[in-house]
């Protein structure tokens, strides 16, 4: 069975443990708690050398890490993954895009929300990181409003169906209030929430 190395809090972790879930791919939950440093261990690093959670064993000795690179795998031969090769590329598109300009910004000013007291030297650049999640959460309502020349209202983010791009920037879209984020003025944003909830075995994230 997949081992899946996880920390219920994690939005990143969460992609995986929502994703296997609905894809039913069966697999073992081990929890390492990443504020005690359970991910720094000489044991996990020789395993996992970015020493960061989520990841996966496999039973065979292979090994994954990187949240959407764990995605890719499991979903790229389903219904989750687009067949054609641009819409594919979209979906990376999307999935960078929660990478480097969303996840930096509202996962981080969730993470300082949840632990005031954990010493991070970025906590002095939080104005920053407030902004950079208000341009995140800008582009991706503009996406799904459909505000472009030519466009049009979006239920989801790549061919009009539900992939892991969704998975992706659902993780810590929906949790973003607990960062001190407000989506009021992001309607199709909070319509889109509310259809990436209604999925098939949809699970919730969890503190713990």
């Given at each position: ?19 296997l ?47 959407n ?48 007291d ?82 098939p ?8």
């Amino acid at each position: 069975m997949i081992r899946l190395y996880d920390y219920l809090p994690s939005g990143n972790s969460y992609k995986v443990r929502l994703l296997l879930t609905q894809l039913q791919i069966p697999f073992e939950r081990i929890e390492l708690d990443i504020i005690k440093g359970l991910t720094r261990t000489r044991e996990f690093l020789r395993k996992f050398p970015n020493g960061r959670i989520p990841a996966v064993e496999f039973d065979d000795g292979r090994r994954l890490f990187e949240s959407n690179a764990i995605m890719w795998h499991f979903a790229e031969t389903t219904s989750l993954g687009p067949k054609d090769p641009f819409e594919r590329a979209r979906v990376l598109q999307w999935m960078f895009f929660e990478q480097y300009s969303h996840e930096p910004y509202i996962a981080v000013a969730r993470f300082f929300a949840m632990h005031p007291d954990h010493p991070d030297e970025r906590r002095g650049g939080l104005p920053r990181i407030i902004r950079g999640g208000y341009d995140a959460l800008g582009v991706m309502e503009s996406h799904l409003a459909g505000s472009g020349e030519g466009d049009h209202p979006r239920e989801f983010f790549v061919g009009g169906q539900y992939t892991i791009a969704d998975i992706a920037l659902y993780a810590y879209t929906h949790v973003a209030h607990e960062g001190g984020f407000d989506l009021a003025n992001y309607p199709a944003i909070r319509q889109w929430l509310a259809r990436v909830k209604s999925q098939p075995r949809h699970i919730p994230i969890t503190h713990g």
